[in-house]
């Protein structure tokens, strides 16, 4: 089984950690009871509980094998988990397979943490407007919009919650800001799309020197898979703030508040650059 979950202590004073359950490569599976240990045991006041729930499920996949990449890249670490489908039948009282398969292994879901970013906790049905970071070196990033549509459901019928989480790299001689790296918020495992928001990042007005803020060639960017700058967005530049009206793949610039934006339904890695 490969589960994400966030784990409070008992008397909810603590900080809350990320638990990482490991998918299996063994021939036995497992599967989670209903209701889960921590509504049966931890919710209940008494006799024995903590009068509060200590697991807040975030992903969960059951019938898998997989494997794990870590990718440490100074303070920012990522981890790709690969996975293939298994078919366990049950015998005496436990699912388990009697022959290895043909195993078919897919990514499945990308996620990390960053020491001078954040995390931010969002559950289905709540906004992304709370998802606010700044870099060591000032640089602003937030979502102006957007709500949780996710709807999956843990072996134990729990929703599953998001986690937003920010990073962040120095500027460079293209960009005119910090580069943030944003992620957490797909709405399927295996898929990279997200529901639509806008990300907004600040700049350095002298970063924008020499280029029109009016023409849109001075836009949010995203990094692409070959590492080369690109629009977030692509559809309509709009020279002023954004506005809710505005619809999916609108872009902008408001020089009056020397931010950027841009409508979209991914993350990835953002910064805003000049001559895109």
């Keep these: 089984m490969h589960e994400r979950s966030i784990i409070a202590t008992s008397d909810g004073t603590s900080a809350k950690v990320m638990q990482l359950l490991c998918s299996s490569d063994s021939s036995k599976f497992y599967i989670p009871s209903v209701p889960s240990n921590d509504n049966l045991y931890d919710e209940p006041a008494a006799p024995g509980g903590f009068g509060r729930l200590r697991q807040t499920p975030i992903s969960q996949e059951l019938n898998t094998v997989g494997f794990y990449i870590f990718t440490v890249d100074g303070p920012q670490v990522s981890v790709d988990f690969y996975s293939a489908d298994v078919y366990p039948m049950l015998r005496r009282k436990e699912f388990v397979l009697s022959s290895t398969p043909t195993l078919n292994f897919l990514k499945r879901e990308t996620f990390g943490y960053s020491l001078n970013g954040q995390e931010f906790l969002v559950a289905p049905g709540e906004p992304y407007t709370s998802v606010q970071d700044k870099s060591p070196a000032g640089t602003t990033a937030k979502i102006l919009s957007g709500i949780n549509g996710r709807n999956a459901i843990d072996g134990s019928n729990r929703f599953c919650c998001n986690t937003v989480n920010t990073g962040w790299a120095s500027n460079t001689k293209r960009t005119a800001s910090d580069i943030l790296t944003l992620s957490g918020m797909a709405r399927n495992m295996g898929s990279d799309q997200t529901d639509v928001y806008t990300l ?24 692409d898979s070959h590492g080369v700058w ?27 508040t020397n931010t950027a934006w841009a409508v979209i339904n991914y993350n990835g890695v953002f910064a805003v650059v000049n001559n895109i």
């Design 230 to 256: 690109v629009k977030a967005a692509n559809d309509r530049f709009v020279s002023g703030p954004w506005n809710v009206k505005f619809g999916l793949g609108t872009y902008g610039i408001d020089d009056k």
């Design 200 to 223: 907004s990042m600040s700049y350095s007005h002298s970063g924008a020197l020499g280029t029109s803020l009016k023409t849109g060639a001075f836009a949010l960017a995203t990094m």
